[in-house]
């Protein structure tokens, strides 16, 4: 299978700490070309590490007719966008997109202007934890309804101590009761899963 040779816009925390390990395991299928940085102790170092060249000038790596595709690990992303589109070149981009809706539009507009792919690095999407939540949701929803919450994901290693409101099938779901708001009408709750061999919380909020 041919690499895919991608060139890094930025080489700090989340490149060091997520992307360069994810390179490293996926060598059969990508090559690293470039490692861009303002910053040029970090470029170096990240270049090194992957056996890349390094940079501090985004056009070196746009005007390189080799790279398919960037990699953008920046804070702010619309410019680099734009430039890496307007040079044909497949974008993944770290979250979030931009800051702006208005931002945000101008990313995805560069991209179908250049007809090339854009893609926002929202990997717990496939995560298969992330999934079984998903479908633990679901199923949950179909014996109670919480409101005025939200979702979350949280590894607390072993079952919570907190009393049981409520076990439903024990190996899919269970509510267990945190503190209560009205004893008569409603009660925080704590939503539970063992995945993976792991209690998770993956959600709270107020069942009426």
């Known amino acids: 299978m041919e690499k895919v040779r991608i060139g890094v816009i930025g ?22 070309v470039w490692v861009c940085d303002r910053d040029e102790e970090a470029a170096r170092k990240g270049a090194e590490a992957l056996g890349a060249r390094w940079t501090t000038r985004l056009e070196d790596v746009l005007e390189d007719d080799g790279i398919e595709a960037v990699d953008i690990c920046t804070p702010k ?14 974008i993944l981009c770290e979250k979030p997109l931009e800051f702006t809706l208005e931002d945000c539009d101008a ?25 079984e939540i998903e479908k633990a949701l679901k199923e949950m929803t179909e014996v109670k309804k919480i ?28 509510l267990r009761l945190s503190r209560p ?24 909020g107020i069942i009426k």
């Not at 080489?11 to 690293?32: C, N, R, W």
């Not at 992303?77 to 497949?90: G, T």
């Not at 990313?107 to 999934?131: Q, S, T």
């Open 147 to 174: 409101t005025h919450g939200e979702t979350l994901l949280l590894d607390v290693g072993t079952a919570p101590t907190i009393g049981v409101v409520e076990n439903i099938r024990e190996d899919i779901v269970d």
């Open 77 to 90: 992303h619309r410019e680099i966008i734009e430039a890496a589109a307007s040079a044909s070149k497949h």
């Open 11 to 32: 080489a700090g925390g989340i490149f060091k700490g997520a992307h360069m390990p994810a390179y490293k395991e996926l060598s059969d299928v990508t090559q690293v």
């Open 107 to 131: 990313c995805i507009e560069a991209a179908k202007r250049a007809e090339v792919i854009l893609m926002v690095a929202e990997n717990y999407l496939f995560d298969p934890v992330l999934l």
């Open 181 to 204: 708001v009205c004893a008569e009408e409603s009660s925080r709750v704590a939503v539970s899963r063992k995945i993976m061999g792991r209690w998770r919380l993956i959600g709270f």
